[in-house]
C-alpha cells in the first residue's frame, strides 16, 4: 500500500502558521519550522490552491481541502479537525492520523 501527500500553498501556509504559535515557540525553533515546511513540500505533491471551492463544511475557509482531494480523487482526508471529522457525508472521508496509520499498517 502506498500513499501521496496532495498539498497546496494554502495548506503548506497554514502548516507553518500553526507551528508559529506561542504553544510551540518555545518548542521549535524558526528554522526547524522551515526545515519542516520544506520537508512537506518536497515529500508531497504540490498541486495550485482550489479557486472558488463550493461549500461544503461548516467553516468554509476549509472547503479548499475537500475540493483539493476530489479534484485527485482522494480515497481519503487525514486530518484532525473536528469540522471534517464529524461531517458524515464528506466525500472522500475524513479520518484522523491515528486511522491512517492503521490503514498503512505502521501502527497496530
Not at 519550522?33 to 463550493?54: F, H, K, Y
Amino acid at each position: 500500500m502506498s500513499i501521496e501527500a496532495i498539498i497546496c500553498p494554502r495548506l503548506l501556509a497554514e502548516v507553518e502558521h500553526a507551528l508559529r504559535k506561542p504553544y510551540f515557540q518555545e518548542l521549535i525553533e524558526d528554522e526547524e519550522i522551515a526545515e519542516a515546511a520544506a520537508i512537506i513540500r518536497d515529500a508531497g505533491t504540490m498541486l495550485d490552491d482550489p479557486a472558488d471551492p463550493p461549500a461544503v463544511l461548516r467553516d468554509s475557509t476549509d472547503d479548499y481541502l475537500v475540493a483539493l482531494a476530489q479534484g485527485v480523487g482522494a480515497e481519503a482526508i487525514v486530518t484532525s479537525d473536528r469540522d471534517l471529522l464529524d461531517h458524515d457525508a464528506l466525500n472522500p472521508p475524513a479520518i484522523d492520523p491515528r486511522t491512517a496509520c492503521k490503514l498503512l499498517t505502521l501502527i497496530d
